[in-house]
T-cell receptor, first 116, second 114 residues
Framework: KAGVTQTPRYLIKTRGQQVTLSCSPISGHRSVSWYQQTPGQGLQFLFEYFSETQRNKGNFPGRFSGRQFSNSRSEMNVSTLELGDSALYLC???????????????FGPGTRLTVL | AQRVTQPEKLLSVFKGAPVELKCNYSYSGSPELFWYVQYSRQRLQLLLRHISRESIKGFTADLNKGETSFHLKKPFAQEEDSAMYYCALSVRTAGGTSYGKLTFGQGTILTVHP
């Protein structure tokens, strides 16, 4: 099975711009979670999507948004970029059903975003 | 709110020595605890979870609810164990499922010297 893929792998943007990151989950996985990883804050949960619906959300400002398509692929968007948004953005997919407590999350390689 | 603390940022041991990576958590309910590992130039991957009660690559971890700890142990460290280790916690939401959220500790870089 192919693993989780994320595109692009690297991005350089300037303050005020917006960016869209893409995540393709493992085939058959319907849940996609997004995390931000920085040296100072570590790994922080952004949001999770299941069947095109956001089920859970972390404590990030509204500039961070996401969506999921019918094929389970997910995108996250950051508008009005700030210097502090520079981070590694990881997505993870899992075979989650609405009634299960937890399924193993499989992580992608991440997208390295640099904001200048 | 839940929190995971890994007090050691760096841990160095020699090959063959025992190793223990500490993890403490704060959460008032019943969490699920995990250890994730990231080897050099590889993706973050699940090492083990407390409900499985299994040993993976010689590592074990026991959930101690009284001490709110989930320390990772291995009796004889190997050089290939050198990696970044993250302790993580999953909780139930009001709806009864965890909905894909993991709360991570800051991670411990383990270096096993030959």
């Amino acid at each position: 099975k192919a693993g989780v893929t994320q595109t692009p792998r690297y991005l350089i943007k300037t303050r005020g711009q917006q960016v869209t990151l893409s995540c393709s989950p493992i085939s058959g996985h319907r849940s996609v979670s997004w995390y931000q990883q920085t040296p100072g804050q570590g790994l922080q949960f952004l949001f999770e999507y299941f069947s095109e619906t956001q089920r859970n959300k972390g404590n990030f400002p509204g500039r961070f948004s996401g969506r999921q398509f019918s094929n389970s692929r997910s995108e996250m968007n950051v508008s009005t970029l700030e210097l502090g948004d520079s981070a590694l953005y990881l997505c993870a997919s899992s075979f989650s059903t609405s009634g299960r407590t937890y399924n193993e999350q499989f992580f992608g390689p991440g997208t390295r975003l640099t904001v200048l | 709110a839940q929190r995971v603390t890994q007090p050691e940022k760096l841990l160095s041991v020699f090959k063959g020595a025992p190793v223990e990576l500490k993890c403490n958590y704060s959460y008032s309910g019943s969490p699920e605890l995990f250890w994730y590992v990231q080897y050099s130039r590889q993706r973050l991957q699940l090492l083990l979870r407390h409900i499985s009660r299994e040993s993976i690559k010689g590592f074990t971890a026991d959930l101690n609810k009284g001490e709110t700890s989930f320390h990772l142990k291995k009796p004889f460290a190997q050089e290939e164990d050198s990696a970044m280790y993250y302790c993580a916690l999953s909780v139930r939401t009001a709806g009864g499922t965890s909905y894909g959220k993991l709360t991570f500790g800051q991670g411990t870089i383990l270096t096993v010297h030959p």
